[in-house]
């Protein structure tokens, strides 16, 4: 694994949050980030005990969520509209860490809820490895998310 040898990597075409190991869902066909927790306790367990995932799409991540419900090893941090899809409330029993995101929240309001929630909960699980699903359906305008975030914050 690339981020395990260069300490950080990125996947354009990954972020399929909502397939667990058992089924598919939204537009997720396959568990990118569960296959990716396994492959790592699998092959890596010896170095990487624990995984935080950071969820910043606008959609919850029920498949993740599902999929690491009874596993305190990995801790998700999710910021979604909890207004839309997938309204999955069974898994949201797994997520250490809710950051609700409505339509009415402007920028500051986002930034403020990731920063003040975020690093004290990273500086108290001390992750091994994290995961993050950045998500861009949390932009003003997309259709999906119907969140009202400006892409300026992000520069």
Known sequence: MLALLKGWA???SGGYHHASYHNGGGFCFY????????HLKR???????KVMIIDLDAHQ???HERDFMQDPNVLIIDAYNPNIYPYDFPARKAITVDIPVYPSDTD???????ETQIPPIVDSFQPDFILYNAGTDCLDGDPLGGNNINVDIFY
């Open 43 to 49: 092959y890596h367990g010896d170095r990487i005990k």
């Open 10 to 12: 990125i996947n354009l």
């Open 31 to 38: 568990a990118d980030i569960s296959l990716c927790i396994s």
């Open 61 to 63: 991540g029920n498949g």
């Open 108 to 114: 500051d309001d986002y930034l403020t809820k990731l």
